[in-house]
């Protein structure tokens, strides 16, 4: 069956700490994959999305990056955490369907 | 650019009181998918229901319905006789057909007291 896998699933960082958050997609092959972040009492914004190994599409500049490099694993990260990093993030696949299926999610808090 | 729209913010009710969740969107796309998305307070987002663009008739599923109109613009999401346990975050959201990404509303907090 077709999973998807994300971790840690909280986070506490100080402020200029890296960052890493890791996504991995089980039962299938070559996936759109996506990651989101969710600002708090915010809708959910579209950060990066790939469409297979090693290419990657930024959506809104900021301090994060992405890389994928694995046809399966999506990872998230950052040489140095801002406070406004702070935020729900999800990584997300869409299948065939088409449907697009989320991780549980990393509630990062940047102190 | 695609926008959806959500303009309850939170919306209160009493159980088994009918309550529905408005959504309208923009997209210069002729074939895109509109999706509804529950978020409970653990965070995670479950998966209601996908429409696409070419297929307007309405959908029920138990005590959820959606009504989509193209017409208008809009993709409206009617929860009958409420319960405690349908209080979440509801998000509507846009799928482009290139990226296949999507483009979510600010999310509407429903709250349903026993």
């Known amino acids: 069956s077709q999973t998807i896998h994300q971790w840690p699933a909280t986070l506490v960082q100080p402020v200029g700490s890296p960052l890493s958050l890791e996504c991995t997609v089980e039962g299938t092959s070559n996936p759109n994959l996506y990651w989101y972040r969710q600002a708090a009492g915010r809708g959910l914004q579209l950060l990066f999305y790939s469409v297979g190994i090693g290419q990657i599409s930024s959506e809104v500049p900021q301090n994060l990056s992405a890389s994928r490099p694995q046809d399966r694993q999506f990872i998230l990260s950052s040489k140095k955490l801002l406070l406004s990093d702070s935020g729900f993030y999800l990584c997300?696949?869409?299948?065939?369907?088409?449907?697009?299926?989320f991780g549980q999610g990393t509630r990062l808090t940047v102190v | 650019a695609q926008k959806v729209t959500q303009a309850q913010t939170e919306i209160s009710v009493v159980e088994k009181e009918d309550v529905t969740l408005d959504c309208v969107y923009e997209?210069?796309?002729?074939?895109?998918?509109l999706f509804w998305y529950k978020q409970p307070p653990s965070g995670e987002l479950v998966f209601l229901i996908r429409?696409?663009?070419?297929?307007?008739q309405n959908e029920i599923s138990g005590r959820y319905s959606w009504n989509f109109q193209k017409s208008t613009s809009s993709f409206n999401f009617t929860i009958t006789a409420s319960q405690v346990v349908d209080s979440a975050v509801y998000f509507c959201a846009l799928s482009d057909t290139g990226r296949r990404a999507l483009t979510f509303g600010s999310g509407t907090r429903l709250q349903v007291q026993p």
């Open positions: 997209t210069r796309d002729t074939t895109y998918y």
């Open positions: 997300a696949w869409n299948t065939p369907h088409p449907n697009t299926v």
């Open positions: 429409r696409n663009s070419f297929d307007e």
